[in-house]
């Protein structure tokens, strides 16, 4: 038909065309429709895939890579990543000349045991962690990772000697200290054209990935072992999540709360801090903090330098730069040497009294006071000028323009007051709010959404509360939860022999006539639990527990 139109140029065929043009999107939309529909049909059961599904259809259409392709070329990006990490680090000397310096005065506490040498693995474990890994192929790689899983057993030998001779040596292959830098838009919604939105993250070789988790798992069992690791430090570790540093710091909150307690809470946010760590003072830490010497400090040193790196961008390579601060975002070993870099903040915050948690490089502090008290919070203001001391000092820069400051406590002179007088280095007093699931089944805003929700096999939002809280209060009694979240709950051990001295039950704490301590972690898990049919409370496995604990709060909500 567009032939015949442009052509002929008759009307004919200019009307035929549009119609059937038409015909074909409204059938390819049907198909979509339909196709989708069903999909949402047969994992009604599975919210974990609904919510990826809802994710996928709600994102932004525009694809970043055209947009990258369009306006920014490789060696822009790599300008860009390059200039941003010298210009932080630039400002940092500026504020504090003597930082090159001052990272040798703090005061480390002598770890008990050292680490002098990694140990080899054997044939077993390499195959074991090579089939387990995700087969991502990075560019630099030989042959596609899927492709070596699948020849494994021939060419095990090779690579378990590689591995081996780099911890024997404490040396790592210059091959495996290339990256590949991929442009990630920080949010979909941002302008993809400015590359300020941007973040690189480092793709290597696999067999790179391989050797760094082999060192990682004996590094950290070592850390876990001695006790070096920070409690209040969720990131990137075991049974640790955002979702538990938001319970251990919500259930504090509440329960200052309900003594009558205004709290300040201050969210803490650094800039680019992967990029900007010194190897120098990150060796020295490793050595003198954590007891790292011997092969394994020369393996962490080859490591280190005489990195470099290049970004790719729809088939095109910038030029190769060394990288010369800052551990690698997307490896396996950055997380935890970002950790051991970030070591001693928590003593200097403890020095001030001041609570607090991470999540890797997100810090929240917090401190309460009775309201004729409010002078106790210049204990926050005195610690965070330590905390900026002391990251200007380690080239760390922490972002005022992201930080963020909330009073909690009752609705009172005291909190108003504080709120207009308080000033914590520039730091301004926000607060923020908040939900759905409506945009799966199109529901109406006024409809009843209990009957959509059943149908989707979906908790109430009250029952789901009480899924999650139950859930990491198994976890916390079996040992799959952090230590901070344990500590919470105790078990109930009555003061002579009684019936119910091996029913299994928590101490619920006494709280006041205040609500807000009601809603606390620590006193909800123990009211719910003790109220649970003990053949949910005693559940062998994990999956066992989630499976009945659901099938009861299921038919709490819709029998």
């Known amino acids: 038909m567009v032939r015949s139109w442009r052509k002929t140029k008759l009307e004919v065929f200019r009307i035929a065309w ?147 001779s780099s911890l024997l040596l404490g040396y790592v292959p210059k091959t495996f200290k290339l990256a590949v830098i991929k442009p990630l838009i920080k949010k979909t919604q941002l302008d993809p054209k400015e590359l300020v939105n941007y973040r690189p993250i480092s793709n290597i070789p696999f067999l790179s990935k391989i050797l760094e988790k082999v060192v990682s798992s004996q590094l950290y069992s070592f850390l876990e072992k001695n006790g070096i690791c920070e409690d209040f430090q969720s990131g990137f570790r075991p049974y640790h999540s955002t979702e538990t540093a938001l319970l251990r710091v919500t259930n504090d909150l509440l329960l200052s709360s309900d003594r009558g307690c205004i709290s300040l809470l201050v969210l803490s946010d650094l800039s680019a801090a992967f990029d900007t760590i010194d190897h120098t003072i990150l060796l020295h830490r490793q050595e003198h903090f954590v007891g790292i010497n011997g092969s394994a400090l020369a393996w962490f040193k080859s490591y280190l330098y005489d990195r470099h790196q290049f970004v ?77 001391n002391w990251m200007t000092s380690n080239f760390l820069l922490l972002n005022s323009e992201k ?86 709950l105790l078990h109930y051990s009555p003061p002579r022999p009684l019936r119910s001295q091996n029913s299994g039950n928590l101490i619920i704490p006494r709280i006041s006539k205040s609500t807000a301590g009601g809603r606390s972690f620590s006193y909800l898990a123990p009211k719910l639990w003790n109220n649970l049919p003990n053949i949910v409370r005693e559940a062998d496995t994990l999956l066992q527990f989630k499976s009945r604990l659901k099938t009861h709060l299921f038919n709490l909500a819709y029998t």
């Open 312 to 388: 790719a961008v729809n088939e095109e390579v910038s030029y190769r730069s060394q990288v010369q601060y800052g551990v690698p975002q997307g490896s396996v070993l950055g997380p935890l040497l970002f950790k051991l870099y970030m070591l001693p903040l928590g003593n200097i915050i403890r020095k001030h009294g001041v609570s607090f948690h991470c999540y890797a490089d997100d810090t929240q502090l917090y401190i309460s006071s009775r309201p004729g008290e409010t002078y106790q919070f210049e204990k926050l203001t005195e610690c965070i000028v330590d905390i900026k």
């Open 18 to 164: 549009r119609e059937s043009n038409l015909s074909y999107r409204k059938a390819l939309k049907t198909a979509k429709s339909d196709y989708f529909s069903s999909l949402l049909e047969e994992n009604k059961h599975n919210p974990r895939y609904l919510f990826n599904t809802v994710a996928k259809l709600t994102k932004n259409k525009a694809s970043t890579s055209v947009d990258i392709s369009q306006h920014h070329s490789s060696n822009d990006f790599m300008n860009d990543f390059t200039s941003k990490v010298d210009t932080i680090r630039d400002k940092i000397v500026t504020i504090q000349p003597s930082a090159t310096v001052s990272h040798q005065t703090v005061h480390y506490r002598s770890p008990e045991e050292q680490f002098h040498s990694f140990s080899t693995i054997g044939e077993e474990e390499l195959y074991k962690l090579i089939k387990s890994s995700k087969p991502t192929t990075c560019m630099l790689d030989p042959i596609p990772s899927k492709l070596l899983k699948e020849v494994l057993p021939e060419v095990i030998d090779p690579l378990l000697t590689i591995i081996n």
């Open 403 to 488: 930080t963020e400051v909330l009073i909690i406590g009752p609705k009172s002179s005291a909190c108003n007051t504080l709120e207009r007088c308080l000033s914590l280095d520039g730091c301004s007093v926000n607060s923020s709010s908040s939900a759905a699931a409506r945009v799966l089944t199109r529901t109406r805003k006024y409809d009843h959404i209990s009957p959509v929700l059943s149908t989707l096999h979906w908790l109430p939002i009250k029952h789901r509360i009480d899924f999650k809280i139950l859930l990491i209060t198994y976890k916390a009694l079996n040992g799959l939860a952090p230590q901070y979240l344990n500590e919470l």
